[in-house]
C-alpha cells in the first residue's frame, strides 16, 4: 500500500537503506534501549528499530497511517503506537499507563522539518529549564542548514542562538549528509543525521533567563557588534567593561562568543544592569540569519 505524502504534516518518506543504516547505527542500539520515535510515518525506520530494542514507542499525527502501522505493527508485542501531535501530548502522564515503555532513554527519528525548533526543546527543555531526565541520546534527520547550526563551532556563520540555546543543553555532532533523492518526494533542502547526547550542565548559569534574553538579544541582527545588538539592554560603557573582563574584545559579533562565554557574560551582570527587561527564550531558528553560503 502507498501512501500520497501530505504536505501539511511535512511528510517526505525515507528511500534510502543506505541512510536507515546510518540512522540506526549512530544510535548504538542495544536490547536494553526504550526508544522515542516521533513521526514513524509509514515504519521505514520502525521496522528497523523494534528487533533491536527492547521497546519503541511511535508517536504519529495522521490517522490513516496511524492504521496502516497498526495493522502492520499492531502485534509486535515491543512496539506502543500512539496517535497524536508529539508537541501537545503528555508523553509521561501517557506512558505510566503502560510501564514498559516508560521514560523512553534515546530518540531516533526522521522528524517533520517544519516543527524542529519545538521538538528539539520539547526533547532537550531550554536554558532556563533543561529536560528533567534527559535522554542518552537522540539521533535526529535534520534539515542540513539546522544541523549545521547544532554543530557549528563558536566564530564560524553559522554559529547562531540556535546553536548556543541547543550546545548549552547537548553536544552535537554530524553523523552524514544525507541528500535530498534519499526521500520520496524530495525536500527543497538537502538533509543530515545529527546526533545530540543530552550533558550535564558543567557551568550552569547562575541566571538562565538572563542568558536566554542576552542571547536572543545579541543574535537580534548578525551583521551588527554585539555592543549594537545590546545596547537597548545593557549600558555601553558597562558591556565594554564586562567584555574586557572576560579578554573579549569589545566588538565581538554574538557569533564570537562560546557557550562558556555567554554563561560568564550573564553570571557577570545582575538585573540592576539591565535597562530594559525582557524574558523570552525559545529553540526557534535565527530570526535575521543571513543565508548560509
Ligand atoms: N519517519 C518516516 C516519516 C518521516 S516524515 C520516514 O522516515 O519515512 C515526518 C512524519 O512526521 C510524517 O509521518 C508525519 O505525518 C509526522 N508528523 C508531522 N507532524 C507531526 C506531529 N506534530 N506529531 C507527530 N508526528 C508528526
Known amino acids: 500500500m502507498t501512501f500520497q505524502p501530505r504536505k501539511r504534516f511535512a511528510q517526505h518518506w525515507l528511500q534510502s537503506e543506505k541512510t536507515l543504516h546510518q540512522i540506526i547505527s549512530a544510535a548504538e542500539l542495544s536490547q536494553n534501549d526504550r526508544v522515542l520515535e516521533i513521526g514513524p510515518g509509514t515504519g521505514i525506520?520502525?521496522?528497523?528499530l523494534l528487533p533491536l530494542v527492547q521497546s519503541a514507542v511511535a508517536v504519529e499525527i495522521d490517522r490513516d497511517l496511524c492504521q496502516h502501522l497498526a495493522k502492520q505493527l499492531g502485534q509486535t508485542a515491543n512496539?506502543?503506537?500512539?496517535?497524536?501531535?508529539?508537541?501537545?501530548?503528555?508523553?509521561?502522564?501517557?506512558?505510566?499507563?503502560?510501564?514498559a515503555f516508560q521514560h523512553p532513554n534515546k530518540v531516533v527519528a526522521n522528524i517533520p522539518y517544519n516543527i524542529t525548533g519545538p521538538i528539539l526543546e520539547k526533547l532537550l527543555g531550554t536554558i532556563n529549564a533543561p529536560a528533567?531526565?534527559?535522554?542518552?541520546?537522540?539521533?535526529?534527520?535534520?534539515?542540513?542548514?539546522?544541523?549545521e547550526r547544532l554543530y557549528a563551532q563558536p566564530g564560524s556563520r553559522a554559529f547562531g542562538a540556535l546553536s548556543v540555546r541547543v550546545q548549552y543543553l547537548a553536544t552535537c555532532e554530524l553523523i552524514c549528509p544525507v541528500p535530498a533523492k534519499a526521500f520520496h518526494p524530495p525536500p527543497k533542502v538537502d538533509s543530515a543525521v545529527v546526533r545530540l547526547r543530552p550533558r550535564h550542565v558543567e557551568m550552569p548559569a547562575d541566571n538562565p533567563r538572563l542568558m536566554g534574553t542576552l542571547i536572543q538579544q545579541g543574535f537580534s541582527s548578525k551583521r551588527k557588534m554585539l555592543r549594537n545588538n545590546l545596547k537597548g539592554l545593557i549600558d555601553r560603557d558597562r558591556l565594554t567593561h564586562l567584555l574586557e573582563q572576560l579578554k573579549l574584545n569589545p566588538q565581538v559579533r554574538a557569533e564570537d562568543l562560546s557557550v562558556a562565554n555567554w554563561v560568564a557574560l550573564s553570571n557577570q551582570l545582575n538585573t540592576g544592569d539591565l535597562l530594559n527587561r525582557q524574558d523570552t527564550e525559545h529553540i526557534t531558528e535565527d530570526t535575521d540569519s543571513a543565508p548560509l553560503p
Open 45 to 48: 525506520l520502525t521496522r528497523q
Open 79 to 99: 512496539f506502543l503506537l500512539l496517535q497524536g501531535d508529539f508537541l501537545s501530548l503528555e508523553l509521561d502522564a501517557l506512558l505510566s499507563a503502560w510501564p
Open 132 to 147: 528533567a531526565k534527559p535522554f542518552d541520546s537522540i539521533v535526529l534527520l535534520v534539515q542540513k542548514e539546522v544541523a
